[in-house]
Nanobody, 125 residues
Framework: QVQLVESGGGSVQAGGSLRLSCAVS????????MGWFRQAPGQEREFVAS????????EYGDFVKGRFAISRDDANNMVHLQMNSLKAEDTAVYYC??????????????????WGQGTQITVAS
């Protein structure tokens, strides 16, 4: 059974930082591209960041603008998202996702087969 479990969510003041983690089990981690998406109330889910299975390529949503960094720990089957300079508009539920050897669609939901339950990030202005 594949499981993706996010942690690290919470509330923070604007300008602050948070680090999200996603623990993955039930699949061969090194064969999967890992991504983060987010969904704010009343809005569609949007792409935040991804790192392909080899770890050699990362991609970010346009709104990130150098504030976030995605990384993967293949030894422990985990992916992390370091978020700095947080803004009120970053408030959303953040989801971790895994896509089998995904590369072409790593910035779209269709590139991922497995999803976590999400973790809430609230940024107070």
């Amino acid at each position: 059974q594949v499981q993706l479990v996010e942690s690290g969510g919470g509330s923070v003041q604007a300008g602050g930082s948070l680090r999200l983690s996603c623990a993955v089990s039930g699949l061969i981690f090194k064969e999967h591209t890992m991504g983060w998406f987010r969904q704010a109330p009343g809005q569609e889910r949007e792409f935040v960041a991804s790192i392909i299975w080899s770890g050699k390529t990362t991609e970010y949503g346009d709104f990130v603008k150098g504030r976030f960094a995605i990384s993967r720990d293949d030894a422990n089957n985990m992916v992390h998202l370091q978020m700095n300079s947080l803004k009120a508009e970053d408030t959303a539920v953040y989801y971790c996702a895994a896509g089998y050897y995904s590369s072409m669609w790593q910035n779209e939901e269709k590139g991922y087969e497995f999803w976590g339950q999400g973790t809430q990030i609230t940024v107070a202005s």
